[in-house]
């Protein structure tokens, strides 16, 4: 299946490439896109250089910290727009291991419409992560399936595969959310309009070197819009519900 990787990156000196490198290992036919908001630390300068040097690799240079959702966004707008059979989504600070690629792609050849990658089946986990951490991210991961109503245990992990024909229909550009929350709405978004989504154990390995993303500020926005896509999606099936009584 023709496969194209999609990564946002932002401050990634250290990693990027020794991830590229690693992607072009684990799956030597797949297109690289990245999408690079102005590091100041020239990741789009080392990712260039090492495009040239590997092949079938292409980097987006923006404008400036435009946000994570962002990114996402005009990355699936600029891929979905060709013959791509496959998505996948990830980090390249190397939390998700470039050679469980493969494994994702495979589930999505067995009948899959989108693949989350999850730390929290059997056989996935965390390494490295305090334990703060390891709680906020399981209490906000079983609010989000509850309240959302998801058979996902994972709703915020960003290493994904989709099916190209699956993401385009859920219009990812009409997405708003710039942290975490984007990845929530695009399960929320599969789940209520049919598709297939499961789950495939990974195990995330906090970052080693370069900062991480997060912020109190993503935390907040996140369990905001989940709490309010609950009510309107509530409030949504009931009256569906009335009116099929009627």
């Known amino acids: 299946m023709r496969t194209v990787i999609v990564a946002p990156t932002y401050q990634e000196a250290d990693n990027i490439v020794r991830f590229l490198e690693a992607v072009r290992t684990s799956v030597p036919e797949a297109t690289v896109l990245l999408v690079d908001d102005n590091s100041p630390d020239g990741t789009g300068r080392l990712a260039e250089e090492t495009a040239a040097r590997l092949g079938n690799i292409e980097v987006l240079h923006r404008q400036g910290k435009l946000g994570l959702g962002s990114a996402y966004r005009e990355g699936f707008r600029l891929v979905l727009d060709r013959q791509f059979d496959v998505v996948v ?38 390494v490295r992560w305090p334990w703060h951490r390891r709680m906020l991210s399981r209490w ?11 058979p996902v245990k994972d709703c915020t992990s960003g290493f994904r595969a989709y099916r190209s ?16 929350a984007m990845l929530t709405e695009f399960v929320r978004r599969l789940t209520r309009r049919g598709f297939t989504v499961v789950e495939h154990p990974i195990t995330f390995v906090d970052r080693e070197y370069g900062t991480s993303k997060m912020s109190g500020r993503i935390v907040a926005e996140s369990m905001l819009l989940v709490t309010a896509w ?13 009116r099929a009584k009627r």
């Open 89 to 126: 989504s990830m980090d390249v600070d190397f939390s998700h291991d470039p050679a469980a690629i493969p494994a994702l792609i495979g589930r999505i050849e067995a009948g899959a419409d989108a693949v989350v990658g999850s730390r929290y089946v059997p056989g996935g986990g965390t």
């Open 140 to 150: 906000g991961n079983r609010y989000t399936a509850a309240i959302l109503r998801l």
């Open 165 to 180: 024909d699956a993401l385009r229909a859920i219009d990812p550009g009409s997405t708003r959310a710039e942290g975490y």
């Open 230 to 242: 609950g009510v309107r999606d509530a409030v949504h099936d009931l009256r569906t519900a009335w």
